[in-house]
């Protein structure tokens, strides 16, 4: 069974920085489109950022440039997202999500999620 289980989350101030991890249950992270997504309380779910498997491409949300950055261990079957100078807007749950083809098509699963909070 194809399960994104993501971990890492917690709570920073603002400035610092956490990592978020997400292990392939059931398949290789290397062979799919992996992405970050995040929904904060009272907001839609937002793409923060994406991998994809052809060529290593990368696709980070506009908020988010320069600051996160997606990055996949082979070896541990592990996606991670690094997060630095973490803002309170960043606050919400991240969820690992994959898909088996391509991203642009829809995500195909759904981690449960892990929650972020940054105070100021």
């Known amino acids: 069974q194809v399960q994104p289980v993501e971990s890492g989350g917690g709570s920073v101030q603002a400035g610092g920085s956490l990592r978020l991890a997400c292990e392939g249950s059931g398949f290789l992270v290397s062979t799919y489109c992996m992405a970050w997504f995040r929904q904060a309380l009272g907001k839609e779910r937002e793409a923060v950022a994406q991998?994809?498997?052809?060529?290593?491409?990368?696709y980070y949300a506009d908020s988010v440039k320069g600051r996160f950055t997606i990055s996949q261990d082979n070896a541990k079957r592990t996606l991670y997202l690094h997060m630095a100078n973490l803002e309170p807007e960043d606050t919400a749950v991240y969820y690992c999500?994959?898909?088996?083809?391509?991203?642009?098509?829809?995500?195909?699963?759904w981690g449960k999620g892990t929650q972020v909070t940054i105070s100021s």
């Open positions: 991998l994809y498997t052809s060529g290593g491409n990368t």
């Open positions: 999500a994959a898909a088996p083809i391509s991203c642009e098509y829809g995500m195909d699963y």
